[in-house]
T-cell receptor, first 118, second 107 residues
Framework: GAGVSQSPRYKVAKRGQDVALRCDPI?????LFWYQQALGQGPEFLTY????????KSGLPSDRFFAERPEGSVSTLKIQRTQQEDSAVYLC????????????????FGNGTRLTVT | AQRVTQPEKLLSVFKGAPVELKCNYS??????LFWYVQYSRQRLQLLLR??SRESIKGFTADLNKGETSFHLKKPFAQEEDSAMYYC?????????FGTGTRLKVLA
């Protein structure tokens, strides 16, 4: 399977616990995005990586959210001290895009991780 | 402000009827516009993009810069078109999504 892989598919956490969500992008994809999708809403941008560099983290809702992509492939989204409002589906997407290209390559999404904070 | 608006949360049509899913955007510049679709139990996937100017599964979408719209159309809906549809824009690298429209095609 050459698609974007996310794990776990489902995560239940007690309020205050830390969680780590993993994303395995398509091999060779330069760009990687994390989105948060609340029930009944569209995906909301969290952060963007170009290779290992985190170029935009403006969508991270608080300093409890942290993302990394240390070797420019697999990425991890970590949420510390989870709160109920963090309950959502977390989507990872990758694209082939290179900087300053004329057009944006389309996003390829994973299946998402559904996080429920109780 | 960059924004994508999909005014309809739910659109129900009968099989064989025409479909139009509305999308309006706000962006200072020349964005790229996309339609993504999510079928039941499947991941979000690209349906079509304005620069391709192609028809996918019978769907077309024309970018109207004057009206800042990118409505998705199909002349004859089929039951397998039932899904969530998201309009998205991309300026530089960031993609901004609308809230989505659920299309239900009734037999």
């Amino acid at each position: 399977g050459a698609g974007v892989s996310q794990s776990p598919r489902y995560k239940v956490a007690k309020r205050g616990q830390d969680v780590a969500l993993r994303c395995d992008p398509i091999s060779g994809h330069v760009s990687l995005f994390w989105y948060q999708q609340a029930l009944g809403q569209g995906p909301e941008f969290l952060t963007y990586f170009q290779n290992e560099a985190q170029l935009d983290k403006s969508g991270l809702p608080s300093d409890r959210f942290f993302a990394e992509r240390p070797e420019g492939s697999v990425s991890t989204l970590k949420i510390q001290r989870t709160q109920q409002e963090d309950s959502a589906v977390y989507l990872c997407a990758s694209s082939l895009n290179r900087a300053l290209s004329s057009y944006n390559s389309p996003l390829h999404f994973g299946n998402g991780t559904r996080l429920t904070v109780t | 402000a960059q924004r994508v608006t999909q005014p309809e949360k739910l659109l129900s049509v009968f099989k064989g009827a025409p479909v139009e899913l509305k999308c309006n955007y706000s962006y200072s510049g020349s964005p790229e516009l996309f339609w993504y679709v999510q079928y039941s139990r499947q991941r979000l996937q690209l349906l079509l993009r304005h620069i391709s100017r192609e028809s996918i599964k019978g769907f077309t979408a024309d970018l109207n810069k004057g009206e800042t719209s990118f409505h998705l159309k199909k002349p004859f809906a089929q039951e397998e078109d039932s899904a969530m549809y998201y309009c998205a824009l991309s300026g530089t690298y960031k993609y901004i999504f609308g809230t989505g429209t659920r299309l239900k095609v009734l037999a």
